[in-house]
């Protein structure tokens, strides 16, 4: 049985959280891109931080469901992407997410929302 977007992007905020991301956005995007459902913006507050918060919800998510999630940036650990499929997770250091300003060019596509 295929593992709902929902179930994913559960799992996704509450290991950010534990790993005390910051700023977590979470941004719908169904309907809107056949990229994924949802988008998750937050950060870390250092490239060590960034680094451990993404592998940590990698782990998390092979764990929980056996999901081998592609992920880029972790041995620099200004900005990780992950891709689950479902959900794209972004985790930046606060400078760098503030120069590419991911949610801005999303706001159009379904707007953030807190998380």
Do not use: N
């Not at 956005?25 to 993404?54: E, F, N, P, W, Y």
């Amino acid at each position: 049985m295929p593992i709902s977007s929902e179930a994913i992007l559960d799992l996704v905020l509450s290991s950010l959280d534990d790993d005390k991301a910051e700023d977590i956005v979470t941004i719908d995007l169904r309907g809107k891109t056949a990229m994924a459902d949802h988008m998750v913006v937050c950060s870390g507050r250092s490239t060590r931080q960034v680094a451990a918060i993404a592998q940590k919800l990698l782990d998390r998510l092979k764990e929980t469901f056996r999901l081998s999630a592609r992920s880029e940036g972790k041995d620099v650990g200004d900005w990780v992407l992950i891709d689950t499929g479902d959900v794209v997770v972004h985790v930046f250091r606060p400078e760098v997410r503030e120069f590419y300003q991911l949610e801005k060019m999303w706001q159009g596509a379904g707007g953030p929302s807190a998380a």
